[in-house]
């Protein structure tokens, strides 16, 4: 009877062991699809950003360079 708790034993922490790997895995798959896609966040709103004062600053200087034609 001990032996085949023991073995019971054995075969639950088996288990026990590949469902902790599984998850471990699903849970590092699942951060980095985070990771992705909020790197891909932060780069398209880089480059509105960037846009934006590209933008602002090249009407900035055509309305000075204007003020200064007259």
Request: charged residues 40%; negative net charge; glycine residues 2%.
């Amino acid at each position: 009877m001990e032996d085949a708790a023991d073995r019971r034993r054995v075969e639950i922490a088996e288990v026990d062991g590949r469902l902790q790997q599984e998850y471990e895995n699903r849970l590092a798959a699942s951060l980095q699809d985070i990771r992705d896609e909020n790197n891909e966040i932060i780069r398209r709103n880089r480059e509105e950003v960037e846009a934006f004062y590209e933008k602002k600053v090249y009407i900035d200087f055509s309305q000075h360079d204007w003020l200064l034609a007259l």
